[in-house]
């Protein structure tokens, strides 16, 4: 499984943005995936999970009730709406799959840059 997160860029605090992680392989279908991100000097931080089928989602403290994410299997690609977007939310956005030992992940995208202007 190979991912590619893009939809990354520079907004202005209080704005949405839209990132897409894309999938190649169908085994990514079968996978819990999530969104991480990383901010300068910092360690790379949990956003968001949601399940194979697209259920059951979950977020760190941080983002909940501002994102939102999201799959969908037939294009092999989860998404993760940004709604108001603040300063401390830029960082690198890196989205994975397959969770092993209760840990993630067994396969990364390469990630995608946000900055949130104030």
């Known amino acids: 499984v190979q991912l590619q997160a893009s939809g990354g860029g520079l907004v202005q605090a209080g704005g949405s943005l839209r990132l897409s992680c894309a999938a190649s392989?169908?085994?990514?279908?079968?996978?819990?995936s999530a969104w991480f991100r990383q901010a300068p000097g910092k360690e790379r931080e949990f956003i968001a999970r949601?399940?194979?089928?697209?259920?059951?989602?979950s977020y760190s403290d941080s983002v909940k009730g501002r994102f939102t994410i999201s799959r969908d299997n037939a294009k092999n690609t989860m998404y993760l709406q940004m709604n108001s977007l603040k300063p401390s939310d830029t960082a690198v956005y890196y989205c994975?799959?397959?969770?092993?030992?209760?840990?993630?992940?067994?396969?990364w995208g390469q990630g995608t840059l946000v900055t949130v202007s104030s």
């Open positions: 392989g169908h085994a990514f279908r079968s996978y819990t």
């Open positions: 994975g799959a397959q969770f092993i030992g209760g840990g993630c992940c067994g396969y």
């Open positions: 949601i399940n194979s089928r697209g259920f059951d989602p």
